[in-house]
């Protein structure tokens, strides 16, 4: 039925998954001493222009707010990138456990009591 090999586990991917990789790494990147000041204003004026448009539409939103971090983590040393995205990652390892033929399972109900030695109080 089950097997002893250990299993990792590993993060699944995605739009969302992806997303929030992306967002963690800007906000560690924004951080990080190593980025040009310069650099950062790259984000920071693409979230200006989300509340301040020139045009209307959500369309143009999205696509100067991905031009921004695109450009930002673009921009920024490589090395420093990779030490981030390295870290963000970073799986944490561990092995399944089953429970085995020789674990202990109770059948049982619960049923509440009350403090008083066992006897119920009544109203």
């Not at 992306?22 to 984000?43: F, H, Q, Y």
């Not at 049923?111 to 030695?117: A, D, P």
Request: hydrophobic share 40%; net charge negative.
């Amino acid at each position: 039925m089950s097997s002893n090999k250990p299993r990792s586990i590993t993060p699944g991917g995605g739009f969302f998954s992806d997303l929030s990789m992306r967002v963690k790494l800007i906000i560690r990147l924004m951080g990080d001493s190593r980025v040009s000041p310069i650099i950062k204003l790259l984000p920071i004026f693409s979230m200006i222009y989300l509340f301040f448009p020139d045009v209307p539409g959500p369309i143009d939103d999205a696509a100067i707010i991905w031009l921004g971090s695109y450009l930002f983590v673009e921009l920024c040393p490589p090395a420093v990138v990779q030490e981030h995205m390295d870290a963000l990652k970073r799986v944490i390892p561990a092995q399944w456990k089953d429970a085995g033929p020789d674990a202990h399972t109770v059948d049982a109900e619960y049923r509440e009591t009350s403090s008083s030695g066992g006897e119920e109080n009544q109203p």
